[in-house]
């Protein structure tokens, strides 16, 4: 038998193998894949995700399920290793068979696993950063955590209300990091802002002094900005405060809106800025705020859970999985076709990080106004009231 | 003589074989997709075995070579026009120039100086990738054209499942006449005493050159391939912890055996896909297998399992 | 010079952790000629244990003893169970012996603790000291009298005591040793306990400053083993100077230089150090014998 032969048959075969197999899954319980970096360097945003899954998708079940059906979650980790993310999705589309996927925890493996559910026809909610992930626009793929643009932007228009035009900039050159990095260095322009320094840090560097001390020392900066995420910022709010610059504003993004940041900062971390989610500052939020019901009950229900502190990165993932159920919900059906298309018609669902209003164009759905600008003082997150 | 050719023959026929029936057992292309990575990675653990099993030289930067291949054909067509097949070949030439040029100085170093050496040669490559985020699209990757040749698109698991299969079968048959040939035989000397192989007049420098060069050519081929596969390539692949895991494969398979290499592969790649069932005691399991095996089978898998078949034929 | 001597105190706190690191490689390099990948383990051992035996109500100073502990059982038990099992395998075997335990001990780290990141207060306070215009935190200067404790302590031990010299000559010559009497795998199980205990210190001076997670250790492995080589494997003078001098040229090289290619930088040096002398700064040279 020539290999051709073998390859016919076996396609035939197995084809054969997955009808069937589909017959039998579609009963009672509906597949839905994982793929997050619970291991490796962004470990601290897989994890809160892959628990903020398995502890929504219990809660589902244990009412019901979604149209009568149970949801079987498949959480694979790629230990941040793109190469494996795209291996586990091969895994998902072809072995497991899941009707979507909410998954992807960094913009690297994400893009690295976006072909193969782009070529199945598979819903894929990413929970990664950068704007490359939706723009442009690829008919299956969606995102729920704000661009790396809009952090850029969100910083820029505040300090252009105080008045602040001359920056530093100090990135972490992990993906996150630099991938906003050249967003902002793109939109500066946009407000006005003039970058006069830019310095990097690797992802795993334990001192950032000397970065800091050229930004210091560089005639001008009225305002120094952070793009990065993990244990770098932190190291940098620290080494800020040593070499005595608080006196210079100071911005954090949306990397660290984590209640972890402020305790490994300490009081470094006082009057620091950032733009985040609603999420961190639930019981800030006045009564009539949409996202008070939503942000209240989630964070009780992973502190109640998790005994840890909730970050923004859970919620992503909380905001992914809950739109993907409404949509197989409003679908009423498990076909991958029929939930990507329901998916996109998302309109004023309210999550953690805003609320998504979906269009053919806008695979995001999330504005501006979602992102809150905080300041930490006391130790804890402070919504800045506008035109401050 | 007559043995050895056979043997080579009997070896390449039954990986022919195990590559040809294989597929007959796969359930889903899931399974194809990781026997392509088993391939790939075996691929170029072949070529690193040259290196570290023959010549006796060791190298912790090897996944540099991988990365350079991998990003030639993503870089090439993309940014300078080049098509995929010559970003390949350049690819290929590139690794192997280098190597020619940072091996002359670096191979004069001995034993963990030359580990060193080349860690800090992958160190310097990697970070070049991982910067110049205009070229190679930072640390988050950037996507790789589909290889055409002669008007057909090569995609999907099935195809490339057999197109690595087809190159590991090319690596292996080279890597195998290589062993037979003077210089397999010069590189044997070397692994074994490199004085007393410059004493009986084996060119020492020149035959070390030539095997890292080998192996560099090896490894920038699996990384094209490997990037053509996924049509997506970032800096991971050119890392550290890549070049240790290639290490591991040569050394877990059995350092000097070429079957061995694949064998390595086999685990390595499969083990972590094997393992999801045990979630959080993935890694755990992973490391404790590494060292047991290494424990009982100290000269790697296959040698060592052949030592113990060929003792038990004999008693 | 202000700018120089913050660069400076930079560079030689991360410096002196990278030479604690690399002499954690050369004790048992010598001890038992294995190169062992799992030292940065060690040094996340030290913090994490403290930081989670302090919050769970210890006081800091016994809660680094009980870190110290841990490590040096978990040394000791990586020789007793890994090493000495595979006794007279080849140096490549041993190395990936090491590389599995690194990853068991990250694996297992991940399931004791948890995969957050993690501080500890710093031993006497966060104010930053004014040393002529550079601002130090005065943690740095535990790390550095830390470090200069311990290869202090080393040095004493390896040249005045019996046991001490014993370890010396193992490392000369094994053979030779066992010949004349000393119980070489007594010495080996002592180099990997001491080494993991030297980790261990490290870690927990040097958390208050840089953090750590159940993760840092491959990255220090890395950096340590580039620095006992830089000196010259196998010679604990050499390991010290190249730790420090390593950090000396990251940090200068992101001052001065670029901070995106600093580690390019330091590497790049490396490379040049051994072109120039092939044994590193202090190693010794070794004549082949046929």
Sequence with gaps: MNAKATHTILLATSLMGLALSHGALAQDTVKIGSVLSVTGPSSFLGEPEDKTLKLYVDKINAAGGVAGKKIELVIYDDGGDANKARTFATRLIEDDEVIAMVGGTTTGSTMAMIPVFEDAKVPFISLAGAIEVIDPVRKFVFKTPHTDKMACEKIFEDLKKRNLTKIGMISGTDGFGASMRAQCVKVAPNYGMQILIDENYGPRDSDMTAQLTKIKNTAGVQAVVNPGFGQGPAIVTRNYAQLGMTNIPFYQSHGVASKSFIDLAGPAAEGVRLPAAALLVGDKLPESDPQKKVVTEYRQAYEGATKQPVSTFGGHAYDGLFILVEAMKRANSTDPQKIRDEIEKTKGFVGTGGIVNMSATDHLGLDLSAFRMLEIKGGDWNLVASGS | ?315 | MAEFLQFLISGLTVGAVYALVALGFTLIYNASGVVNFAQGEFVMLGGMVTVFASAAGLPLPLAALVAIAAAVAIGLMLHRFAIEPARGASAVTLIIITIGASILLRGVAAIVFDKQFHKLPAFTGDTPVDVLGAAVQPQSFWVLGGTAVVVLGLYVFLEHTLLGKAVLATAANRLAARLVGINTTTIMALAFGGSAAIGAIAGILVTPITLTSYDVGTLLALKGFAAAMLGGMGNPVGAVVGGLLLGLLEAFGAGYLSSTYKDAFAFLVILIVLFAAPQGLFGRRVVERV
């Design chain 2, 1 to 315: 003589m007559r043995a050895l050719v056979n043997q080579r023959f009997v070896t390449l026929a039954i990986l022919a074989v195990v590559i040809a029936v294989l597929p007959l057992a796969f359930p889903s292309s899931y399974y194809f997709r990781v026997a392509s990575l088993v391939w790939v990675s075996a691929l170029a653990a072949i070529g690193l075995n040259i290196l570290m099993g023959q010549a006796g030289q060791v190298s912790l930067g090897h996944a540099a070579f991988f990365g350079i291949g991998a990003y030639a054909v993503a870089i090439g067509p993309t940014h300078l026009g080049i098509p995929p097949w010559a970003a390949l070949l350049f690819g290929a030439l590139l690794s192997g120039v280098l190597a020619y040029l940072v091996g002359r100085p670096i191979l004069r170093l001995k034993g963990h100086y030359l580990a060193i050496a080349t860690l800090g040669l992958g160190v310097l490559v990697a970070l070049v990738i991982t910067t110049e985020s205009r070229w190679t699209g930072g640390p988050d990757g950037m996507p790789v054209e589909r290889l055409t040749l002669f008007g057909w698109r090569v995609s999907g698991s099935y195809t490339w499942y057999w197109v690595t299969g087809g190159l590991l079968l090319i690596g292996t048959w080279i890597a195998l006449n290589l062993d037979e040939t003077p210089t397999g035989r010069a590189f044997r000397a070397l692994h074994d005493s490199e004085v007393a192989a410059q004493v009986v007049g084996v060119d020492v420098a020149r035959f070390k050159l030539q095997a890292f060069v080998i192996a560099a050519i090896y490894a920038s081929l699996a990384g094209s391939a490997l990037a053509f596969m996924n049509g997506f390539i970032n800096p991971d692949q050119a890392g550290f912890l890549h070049s240790v895991e290639l290490v591991t494969i040569v050394v877990l398979g059995g350092l000097g055996s070429v079957v061995g290499s694949i064998v390595g592969a086999a685990v390595l790649v499969t083990l972590p896909q094997a393992l999801t069932v045990f979630q959080e005691y993935e890694h755990l399991l992973l490391g404790l297998i590494i060292i047991v095996a290494m424990i009982f089978m100290r000269n790697g898998i296959v040698p060592s399992l052949s030592n113990l078949l060929l003792r038990r034929a004999r008693s």
